[in-house]
Structures are given as structure tokens and as C-alpha cells.
């Protein structure tokens, strides 16, 4: 009898160790795949941003982007909390259109999921689903896609803001907000660089005086953890609108459903743009005697630059140059690519923020200033009497 009690007993027990076993073997892969999804998801948006792919990367740099992605979400939220409780420590700054758009959102969503699953309609989720989804695209995605090439170039097309085109006809105003908007979000962006680079130097005393004037023109708080904090409201929203969707067994509400969850990898690529750190290793690089001609008369023997990766084409790395213009001289970072066995050595002097390095390094050229009006006269008194004395003036 009690051998028979045992070995029921045991055979209760290996279909439950089996189905653990085989639960075991699907989630590890799976979320192995997300971890990886999300991780490429991120360093996608980080190369948009810098403007091209400077590293060589392996599925464990995928999965290291995702945990401090999920680090950085928990951390955000967080930070926000303290914020809300401390005093004079101002939250949404300059993001008060945004709060009330998405809390309406949300006012309006939720009644109408709640109508939609109690007459069992799934279209009224499909709607708030949808709906949801284009608020998110139009207030935090798509002026966000628009920053990106910031380590090659920090001078864009200035925005059209007349919403007027070559025609007189009035273009789509939806596209000049959101192109202000992106504006108004890389401005805060780079505030968020310029304000972890002063307090690393101990505040004001030990920053420069560009950095100081820069540093006025910024919104007090942290504009950019807020930004991430609604993107992380919108996206949780979404979320929990499809989930209610998958439960209601509608085909075409499940298929909406697996979308809008697939569209949620925004968040991690906000992520990769707004919170993913930009420092890279900046120092002194050696070079042989080897280097070609143009590479020889730019960089001499040796240049401090920002390295910014090292991958099979060779070193790639930031150098301030000096270049000559109208107005005298111009501070502009070139992007060089060196074969590897043309690097003698590479010593580190300390890690720095690219975008924070070209924003303090990098000047225009100043234009020359304008000729008087005497000095107009004069010159086209001189080009009547001899044709050839204006060209003498102004190319010496």
C-alpha cells in the first residue's frame, strides 16, 4: 500500500517538474529575444542621434542596453516621485501642453474602453486604441525621430515657421508644431549635458564663460527626465488598452492589439535618444609615419580628439579644427577613420560627453562686418576710374 501511495505521488510530481521544465526552456529564449529587440531598438536610435555607427556590437551589448534601460525606467520614476514632494523643484516645465493633451487622452480613453467591454463593442476599444497610439506618434515620437546626425553636424535647416510655402499656399501646421516642438526638445537636451558638466566641475566657478551663458538660456528642473516620464505614462496606456483588447477574443481587436504592444519599442528608442549616455573616451592618439598625405598635414603626429569607437574599418575619432573663413577663423569638429595599424598609441586623459565637447569647442565664423556707406562710394568711385581697383579692394 505504501508503495503504491509513493509512486502515485511520484507521478503526480513529473508532470509538474516537466511543465516547469518546459515553462523554463520557452520564457529563457523569449525573454533572451525582447532583451535582445529592445536592446537593438536602442542602439538604433543612439546612432540616429550621433549620426552614424561607430562601435562593433554583440548580443551581450544588446542585452547590457536593455537592463539599463529597465534600470533607467525605475529610476525615472523615482526621481519623479522625489521631485513632486520636494520644494521650489519645478516639474513639466515648459511641458504643460503635453500633460493636458495626454490627461485628456486618458480621460476620454478610459470611459470609452469601459463603455466598449461593458456592451461588448470592441470597436470603442479599437478606437481608443488607435487614438491613443496617434497622440503618442504626434506628441512625443515624431519630434523626437527628427533629432538625430548631432555628432556629425549641429546646423540643420533652420524651420520653416511662416507655414507658408514657395507657392503663398498654407502648409500642414501639424508639421510646423512638431518641428518646433523637436527644436524646443534638443535645446533641453543639450541643457541636460551643459547641467551635468557643470555640476562635475563644482558649479559656476569652474566653467567657462560660454558654458555659463549657455546655461541661462535653460529651463529650470529636468525637461528631459519629464519627457521620458510621459513617454513611459503614454506607453504604460497603451499597454493596458491592449492587453483589455487580447482578453476580448475579437480577431481584428487582437491583431490591433499585437501592434500597438509592437509599437511600444518607441519607448526604449526615447530611451536610446533622451537618457542613453553620449561620453566616449577622450584623449591623446599617436599616429606612424604611414597616414596619408591629407591625414599627415591635418593631424601631425599626434591629436587630441574624442575616440568614438574602434571597429573593423579602423578608429574613428573627433578632432577640432581650425578653418579659415571671410571672418577669420572657425572651431568645427572633423570625423576622422584610421586604420589601426597606422595608431601607435591611444592614451586616455578622461571620458567626455561628444555632444557637450562640440557644443563648447565649436564656433561659426563670424561674418565681416559691413562696409559704410562712404566706404560703398568710395569703392564704386574707384571702379569708374579704373575697372579693376573694386576687385583689388575686396580680394586684395
Not at 506628441?139 to 520653416?160: C, G, M, V, W, Y
Not at 491583431?255 to 542613453?276: D, E, Q
Not at 595608431?343 to 561674418?367: F, G, H
Amino acid at each position: 500500500m505504501r508503495a503504491d501511495s509513493s509512486r502515485t505521488g511520484a507521478e503526480q510530481k513529473k508532470p509538474a517538474e516537466s511543465a516547469a521544465t518546459n515553462a523554463a526552456k520557452w520564457l529563457v529564449p523569449s525573454v533572451t529575444a525582447l532583451f535582445v529587440a529592445i536592446g537593438y531598438v536602442i542602439r538604433s536610435a543612439h546612432i540616429a542621434l550621433l549620426g552614424a555607427d561607430f562601435s562593433y556590437v554583440t548580443p551581450e551589448h544588446y542585452t547590457g542596453d536593455a537592463g539599463d534601460f529597465l534600470y533607467s525606467v525605475i529610476g525615472s520614476l523615482f526621481d519623479f516621485i522625489a521631485a513632486l514632494g520636494a520644494p521650489k523643484q519645478p516639474v513639466f516645465a515648459g511641458l504643460h501642453r503635453e500633460v493636458w493633451a495626454l490627461s485628456a487622452l486618458i480621460l476620454v480613453c478610459a470611459p470609452l474602453t469601459a463603455f466598449a467591454r461593458s456592451r461588448r463593442r470592441p470597436w470603442g476599444i479599437t478606437i481608443a486604441l488607435a487614438v491613443c497610439v496617434a497622440a503618442k506618434l504626434c506628441l512625443f515620437d515624431a519630434p523626437l525621430a527628427l533629432i538625430e546626425n548631432k555628432a556629425i553636424s549641429f546646423a540643420p535647416a533652420p524651420p520653416d515657421t511662416s507655414a507658408q510655402d514657395v507657392t503663398g499656399s498654407t502648409k500642414f501646421r501639424a508639421s510646423v508644431l512638431i518641428q518646433g516642438r523637436s527644436d524646443q526638445l534638443w535645446k533641453e537636451m543639450r541643457c541636460k549635458r551643459l547641467d551635468r558638466e557643470n555640476q562635475a566641475l563644482g558649479g559656476e566657478a569652474g566653467i567657462s564663460e560660454r558654458h555659463a551663458k549657455l546655461l541661462k538660456s535653460c529651463t529650470p528642473g529636468d525637461p528631459v527626465r519629464d519627457e521620458f516620464i510621459l513617454q513611459i505614462i503614454s506607453t504604460s496606456v497603451i499597454i493596458a488598452l491592449a492587453i483589455i483588447g487580447i482578453r476580448t477574443g475579437d480577431a481584428a481587436l487582437n491583431i490591433a492589439s499585437v501592434l500597438a504592444l509592437l509599437y511600444c519599442l518607441t519607448l526604449p528608442y526615447a530611451y536610446g535618444k533622451l537618457l542613453k549616455p553620449t561620453t566616449f573616451q577622450y584623449g591623446k592618439i599617436q599616429f606612424d609615419d604611414k597616414l596619408g598625405p591629407d591625414a599627415t598635414t591635418s593631424l601631425g603626429k599626434e591629436a587630441y580628439a574624442i575616440v568614438l569607437g574602434n571597429g573593423p574599418g579602423g578608429l574613428s575619432f573627433l578632432v577640432m579644427t581650425t578653418n579659415k573663413c571671410p571672418g577669420g577663423e572657425q572651431q568645427a569638429a572633423r570625423i576622422w577613420t584610421v586604420n589601426s595599424g597606422n595608431i601607435m598609441a591611444v592614451k586616455e586623459i578622461y571620458r567626455k560627453d561628444v555632444i557637450t565637447w562640440k557644443m563648447l569647442n565649436e564656433s561659426d565664423c563670424i561674418a565681416p562686418p559691413p562696409l559704410s556707406q562712404a566706404h560703398q562710394d568710395s569703392m564704386s568711385a574707384d571702379s569708374k576710374a579704373a575697372p579693376g581697383a573694386a576687385w583689388s579692394v575686396l580680394h586684395g
